[in-house]
């Protein structure tokens, strides 16, 4: 079956030290890959997507993701945390082809960021 | 400013009624989505609608109805067929997959939080 798996629910890092997010999917073919953060009773707002190209892409925030097909992941980095990023991140997916538009999406990992 | 708007953001329900979300978006943006999200699941897609006057379901549909009526607006309706509604409900749109674009990512709105008596 199809998925998308970010294997860590929770996870706490220091104010300035770097993260790294997993997320892993399972697809017959490259899909299309997002990161979206949410903060608490919060909509989703769009951090980054990777269609093709360059396989590392920038996105907001200073957020930067790896698209590593060899591995079938897309994980989030960022090299110094600031508290304010404190939210619950989600990798998500949309299959090649159309597909209607569809997303996919991870169950999530929440941020922690001790001061 | 364009957006996506929902309401209400806090919405009660007493067991046997009907309740409908509201979806609008001034994005210009043929697709919408509603999603559903409980804590540890992520997000499950409830219905979406690439055009109006036309939605399919999603993964997890029972229970609830939709419409698209207008470009701008797609509300959800959660019906007393849905045994457990207690959720965080999102609602998205998108651009359309004309002119050969194979895909558009998704915005979403602030979200409404109902829950059952």
């Known amino acids: 079956a199809q998925s998308v798996t970010q294997p860590d629910i929770h996870i706490t890092v220091s104010e300035g030290a770097s993260l790294e997010l997993r997320c892993n999917y399972s697809?017959?073919?490259?899909?299309?890959l997002f990161w979206y953060v949410q903060s608490p009773g919060q909509g989703l707002q769009l951090l980054l997507k990777?269609?093709?190209?360059?396989?590392l892409v920038q996105g907001i925030k200073g957020f930067e993701a790896e698209f590593k097909r060899s591995q079938s992941s897309f994980n989030l980095r960022k090299p110094s945390v600031h508290w304010s990023d404190a939210a619950e991140y989600f990798c998500?997916?949309?299959?090649?082809?159309?597909?209607?538009?569809?997303?996919?999406f991870g169950t999530g990992t929440q941020l922690k960021v001790e001061l | 400013d364009g957006g996506i708007t929902q309401s209400p953001k806090y919405l009660f329900r007493k067991e046997g009624q009907n309740v409908t979300l509201s979806c609008e978006q001034n994005?210009?943006?043929?697709?919408m989505y509603w999603y559903r999200q409980d804590p540890g699941q992520g997000l499950r897609l409830i219905y979406y609608?690439?055009?109006?006057?036309?939605?399919q379901k999603g993964d997890i549909a029972e229970g609830y109805s939709v419409s698209r009526e207008k470009k701008e607006s797609f509300p959800l309706t959660v019906t007393s067929a849905q045994k457990n509604p207690t959720a965080f409900y999102l609602c998205?749109?998108?651009?359309?997959?004309?002119?050969?674009?194979?895909?558009?990512?998704?915005?979403f709105g602030p979200g409404t939080r109902l829950t059952v008596l």
């Open positions: 697809y017959g073919a490259t899909p299309y």
């Open positions: 990777y269609f093709s190209g360059d396989t």
């Open positions: 609608s690439q055009i109006v006057n036309d939605f």
């Open positions: 998500a997916v949309g299959l090649p082809g159309g597909g209607g538009n569809k997303l996919t």
């Open positions: 998205a749109s998108s651009k359309g997959l004309a002119g050969g674009r194979s895909y558009n990512e998704q915005f």
């Open positions: 994005l210009n943006h043929d697709a």
